[in-house]
């Protein structure tokens, strides 16, 4: 039988603002070799014991980006592994993760290096290059729609969450970041890096500078800069091992990752990617909402936060009580293993072995990505 891959030693670099935050003038490919390294200074049974691979997600993975950043970062970081770059745009590093938990339940390695890593300052949106098919637009005519104008339209469909709802759960990211700072519950995720904490963290949140920001997709449109992810920098990483790995190392705990899901929507409505990529994961292993104690959902938008979590009934408590993308940052490539490490510090706070968790972002495209953990006690 096919054993379960367990993911352990979540680390992440704190997320920087864009353009004029702490990693801006930093190359991507720098910042995740200095992840890597410390990575490596960190877990030396497991790197000891030989590195499978090193599989890196990145969503546009080119310019100081490219050049398989994945073997690359290996070599800065002085490790004797082979690498992959891969992309699924905002699910990259999810993908990394499922990646490497599907070669060693199939029996092919033990130990991987998993990462994610996204300069939107130094590499283009889109990228430097970007050119639109003609011939996919004749067959999809919204092949290449912008992520903000997807944005309006979720909103435009579900009018139950206008602009203070949406408000309301941006407010509620930025406390509950702050809150989960103040108690230090991402001490031991942060690499401290130039700086110990994420840059776009806003508490006490200002709503009366909120309610004038004018709409930044359409002018009579809902969805403005601070109901949506900013622009990000920021590199994550971890390690997905077997359970003999991870006794030999002497690790107490960790989450087993137990199914991966990928699914597709219109990519008109990508934001509700999430919905379908859940469902799979409920049906598949048999679940109801509520047994799951903890979902870590990625904020791309607050619309579409609230809308998936409204056509699939999840308990509102428990999606993202640590802050969430819209005030921590999404550096695309990096944030689905944000969202792992962040889900198992979580279930290692409420000490319940064998609780369930559940990560899941939206993914440029029109697609959904999610993945079912479950915290184990070794």
Not at 30 to 37: E, F, M, P, R, V
Not at 140 to 150: E, K, N, S, V
């Amino acid at each position: 039988m096919p054993q379960h891959a367990l993911f352990v030693g979540g680390l992440r670099t704190p997320f920087g603002r864009a353009f004029k935050g702490a990693y801006s003038e930093i190359r991507p490919d720098d910042l995740l070799t200095a992840l890597l390294c410390e990575q490596v200074r960190r877990r030396p049974s497991i790197v000891g014991a030989g590195v499978d691979d090193v599989i890196v997600g990145c969503a546009y993975p080119e310019g100081e980006q490219g050049y398989n950043l994945g073997r690359m970062a290996a070599l800065g970081a002085g490790l004797e592994a082979p690498g992959l770059t891969l992309n699924r745009l905002c699910a990259s590093s999810l993908e990394s993760v499922a990646i490497a938990a599907a070669r060693i339940a199939a029996g092919w390695g033990e130990r991987y290096l998993v990462a994610g890593v996204e300069s939107m300052s130094r590499v283009p949106r889109r990228g430097a290059n970007f050119s639109e098919s003609a011939e996919i637009k004749r067959v999809c005519q919204l092949a290449y729609i912008p992520m903000g104008d997807t944005a309006e339209i979720v909103a435009q469909q579900y009018p139950q969450f206008p602009r203070g709802a949406q408000e309301d759960l941006a407010e509620r990211s930025h406390e509950f970041a702050h809150k989960a700072y103040e108690r230090g519950d991402y001490a031991s995720q942060i690499f401290a890096h130039l700086i110990d904490r994420d840059e776009f963290i806003r508490y006490p949140v200002n709503r009366e500078k909120m309610a004038t920001l004018p709409p930044a997709f359409a002018e009579a449109g809902s969805v403005t800069a601070a109901t949506s992810s900013p622009l990000t920098d920021g590199a994550t990483s971890g390690w997905v091992i077997d359970r003999a790995t991870a006794e030999a190392a002497g690790v107490s705990s960790a989450v087993e990752i137990l199914d991966a899901t990928v699914a597709h929507v219109p990519p008109e409505v990508m934001g509700m990617g999430p919905v379908p990529a859940m469902q799979k994961l409920f049906t598949r292993n048999k679940l109801t909402p509520n047994e799951v104690a903890v979902y870590e959902i990625n904020e791309a938008f607050a619309i579409q936060v609230l809308a998936s979590a409204a056509e699939l009934g999840l308990p509102s408590e428990r999606i993202n009580t640590w802050g969430g993308a819209m005030a921590l940052g999404h550096p695309l490539g990096a944030s689905g293993l944000r969202l792992v490490m962040t889900a198992q510090d979580r279930l290692a706070a409420e000490g319940q072995n064998g609780a369930l968790a559940i990560v899941s972002l939206c993914v440029g495209g029109g697609m959904g990505m999610a993945l079912l953990l479950r915290y184990v006690q070794l």
